[in-house]
């Protein structure tokens, strides 16, 4: 079938499938196989389609468009994805946003991502602010390989290895992490099951990187509706100039502060 054809019946098999998006994914899919960008598409509507069924197939039981397509971008980077780690999401590259902000006037800065699935933050650090000294870690093998992986891909100098909370009692300019926030996924969209659950279940965790951190500032992402909670265990613990970041959507996704 042509890409147009293509198009239609992806669009209309995700729309049964209950996907969010399915125009925006049917074109990314169709494009992906076309091996073209999704704007370029439009010019080639004409051109037949081969290989489309197994990643239509995959999104349409709801794995990650992110997985299917096997990478995805953040910021001014193309992460390679795979279900080893979270998907990068939008509202993360406003942490990355804040901590740039954060580091802003100090010369090779110490920075620790705890957490660092894939590398996204981290290496994003890396990309905006070359002087930075970034180090990523994970409690997950998986995880720490593929963010090697994206490290290597992409030419970033950052050091990753094991380890996790007490990481970040060493000493560093800033500490950045997108810890496991969600309690329960019931009730969740069902492309989280694709998703480590080590990385996405988990409560406390704010709190306690928090109290341990040795550090002159910390940015955190939060769920919906946990921002004040964490912005006022940050208050108790001393920190100055905590302030709640909303994310593109309007909800309340990162706080910071600094000591």
């Known amino acids: 079938m ?8 992806a669009e209309q098999r995700l729309t049964s499938a209950g996907v969010d998006s399915p125009r925006v994914d049917a074109e990314l899919l169709v494009a992906h196989v076309l091996g073209v ?7 080639d509507l004409d051109r037949e389609v081969d290989g489309l069924e197994p990643l239509l197939a995959r999104r349409e039981a709801r794995e990650p468009l992110a997985y299917v397509l096997g990478e995805w971008g953040f910021r001014r980077l193309t992460l390679k994805t795979d279900a080893r780690a979270l998907v990068p999401r939008p509202e993360t590259e406003v942490v990355v946003e804040r901590a740039l902000a954060l580091l802003d006037g100090t010369p090779a800065p110490r ?14 650090l890396k990309d905006e602010r070359p002087d930075a000294r970034i180090t990523g870690v994970d409690e997950s093998d998986d995880a720490l390989a593929l963010a090697r992986e994206n490290a290597d891909r992409l030419g970033l100098d950052v050091e990753l290895r094991a380890g996790g909370l007490e990481s970040a009692h060493d000493g560093w300019d800033l500490v950045v992490s997108n810890p496991p926030y969600v ?24 709190e306690r990187l928090a109290e341990g951190a ?7 992402e939060v769920g ?8 006022a265990a940050l208050e108790a613990l001393d920190y100055r100039n905590v302030r709640i970041t909303r994310d593109l959507s309007g909800i309340a996704r990162v706080v910071e502060g600094e000591r």
């Open 224 to 231: 919906d509706g946990q921002a004040d909670r964490v912005a």
């Open 111 to 124: 920075v620790l991502d705890v957490g660092v699935g894939s590398g996204a933050i981290a290496l994003a």
């Open 183 to 206: 309690e329960t996924l019931d009730g969740l969209q069902p492309e989280l099951r694709y998703e480590p659950e080590v990385a996405l279940v988990g409560t406390g965790l704010h």
């Open 37 to 43: 960008s999704r704007t370029q598409l439009y010019a």
């Open 214 to 220: 040795r550090t002159r500032a910390l940015v955190l």
């Open 2 to 9: 042509t890409a147009r054809e293509a198009i239609a019946a």
